[in-house]
């Protein structure tokens, strides 16, 4: 299937592409918001993705134009260390898993598709298929519980251990198929969906990911440099509201009404420029299914510094590394 670039002409109103200015790109994939920025102005783009698999377009557009595109392997977390000293003009993040990666069978991300239970972007660490056959039951429906927002998360984690007794669970159909018997087909959507994607959340930590990325971010934003923000989920929506929010709350944020409620010591290191999400449009959904759960978020980092760590916006949830993974 063909990969179209979610939300392209939001992102680039936002990001407004300069001469001379450079920007991260930290969600590669396919090189849809790549390749219409350089095709803007002659800038430059750090290119990040963690699934080795995006090399060959990644150079294509390299080539292309004129090695105004470096790609660097890596989590986007890691973006401020893989850049060391140096500042950008923006971020553009736009979060979940790309077509390409649904669309291949041995990538083990989709229920419609036999293959494999994998769904690690990087290709690297533990799997799916370990996930679902060494966690302990209540981690698993606590992770389908949040990551899912499964009503029978319990349900479907007893299932899963009941059946793993008798034999690892290796594949996706496999999974697919217990999970209908699970949960039964009560809606036009496969049963398998929300717990595929609690799984594929858990697998690659990508809230983890996504809360540090918005520190990264704002660790390595010039002054004047635009933070974008395209999620797909409410749960990663909710992250990147809520960081904006107390990123840009003033010091004493109290009203005249409320002169005493300081609502947190800094100086907001963003300014949101819109405060509601902005979501794509009817034009955008019509043609592509894909986008209709996608929302934008935006702000313009300040000469202020950094803020401490707000660990309390994750999620309370067992994480990737709180296990023992038997290889
Ligand atoms: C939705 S696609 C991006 C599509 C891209 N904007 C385009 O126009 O082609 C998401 C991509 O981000 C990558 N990705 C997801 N989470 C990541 C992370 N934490 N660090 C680096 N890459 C990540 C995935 O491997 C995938 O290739």
């Known amino acids: 299937m063909k990969h179209y670039p979610v939300m392209l002409p939001e992102v680039l109103a936002a990001l407004q592409p300069r001469d001379g200015e450079t920007y991260i790109d930290g969600t590669f994939g396919n ?14 783009i750090i290119a990040l993705d963690r699934d080795p698999n995006v090399k060959p377009r990644a150079a294509e557009l390299s080539e292309t134009y004129q090695g105004r595109l470096k ?9 401020d260390e893989a850049l060391g000293e140096d500042k950008v003009d923006a971020v553009i993040l736009d979060i979940g898993v790309s077509s390409m990666q649904l669309d291949q069978a041995e990538r083990g991300f989709s229920f419609m598709r036999a293959g494999p239970l994998d769904m690690r972007m990087s290709q690297s660490g533990p799997s799916a298929s370990d996930a679902v056959n060494q966690l302990r039951e209540k981690d698993l429906t606590r992770i389908f519980q949040v990551y899912g927002e499964e009503r029978k998360a319990r349900r479907a984690a007893q299932f899963i ?3 793993r007794e008798e034999g690892a669970l290796t594949t996706t159909d496999q999974l697919a198929g217990l ?5 039964g087909r009560h809606s036009k959507n496969h049963p398998a969906t929300r717990v595929f994607q609690a799984l594929r959340i858990f697998i690659n930590d990508e809230l983890g990911e996504l809360y540090r990325g918005l520190i990264a971010a704002e660790n390595i934003l010039r002054p004047g440099g635009r933070l974008i923000v395209v999620s797909f989920h409410s749960l ?15 010091p004493s944020g109290g009203s005249r009404y409320q002169p005493e409620i300081v609502t947190n010591d800094f100086a907001p290191s963003f300014d949101l420029e819109e405060r509601s999400a902005i979501f794509p449009s009817d034009t955008e959904i019509s043609g ?9 978020r935006w702000a313009v980092r300040t000469e202020a510094a950094m803020f401490d760590d707000n660990e309390d916006l994750l999620p309370k949830v067992p994480f990737l590394s709180d296990y023992k993974w038997a290889s």
């Open 31 to 44: 090189g849809g918001y790549s390749k219409a920025i350089l095709q803007a102005a002659n800038c430059n």
């Open 71 to 79: 790609l660097i392997e890596t989590p986007f977390s890691n973006m």
């Open 161 to 163: 251990v009941r059946a």
């Open 179 to 183: 999970l209908e018997q699970a949960l």
């Open 236 to 250: 990663e929506d909710r992250l990147v509201k809520k960081f904006l929010r107390r990123r840009s709350e003033k």
């Open 288 to 296: 592509n299914a894909r986008s209709r759960s996608a929302r934008m």
